[in-house]
């Protein structure tokens, strides 16, 4: 699959239902790492996210392949959440999202982003420093992230 096989829109409430499979299916892969402990998306009403935030849908053909769900502080923009459907990662998906939502960032006049991911989520981590994120602080369980975004 290439980059033309997704399209990122913004989502309605119809898309709750297959938003939450897609972040059901994105992160279910991580609970044996994690012993069980499941992660904050998991756990989200989509249908209220979509309500109440900013968000985003990765679409292939009518299925819903990621997400993305940015908030928008007095001086940074938060990416709260962004996941890809496993059989969609590796398809450039990933860095598709984060650099929508850079972009979007960007061109609401914001100059920085921060993000926080679980500590056992080393592949994320490497993922976010390649795209030139940089690491702000951890704690036993999360490490928070932040990217300064180039005003030109």
Not at 34 to 39: H, W
Not at 117 to 133: A, D, M, P, Q
Request: glycine share 8%; hydrophobic share 40%.
């Amino acid at each position: 699959m290439n980059q033309k096989s997704w399209k990122i829109r913004k989502a309605v409430v119809d898309d709750a239902k297959g938003l939450k499979l897609c972040m059901d299916l994105a992160y279910s892969k991580y609970l044996e790492r994690l012993k069980g402990e499941r992660l904050p998306p998991m756990d989200v009403d989509y249908e209220e996210e979509i309500t109440y935030f900013p968000v985003w849908v990765a679409e292939s053909g009518k299925e819903i392949v990621g997400g993305l769900i940015l908030m928008f502080e007095d001086d940074y923009t938060t990416i709260a959440n962004v996941a890809v459907r496993p059989d969609f990662q590796g398809t450039g998906l990933g860095r598709g999202l984060m650099d929508f939502a850079e972009s979007e960032a960007k061109r609401r006049g914001y100059l920085e982003m921060r993000l926080a991911t679980h500590v056992l989520l080393k592949e994320n981590i490497s993922f976010y420093l390649h795209l030139g994120w940089s690491e702000i602080e951890h704690d036993d369980t999360r490490v928070y992230m932040g990217k300064r975004i180039n005003a030109s």
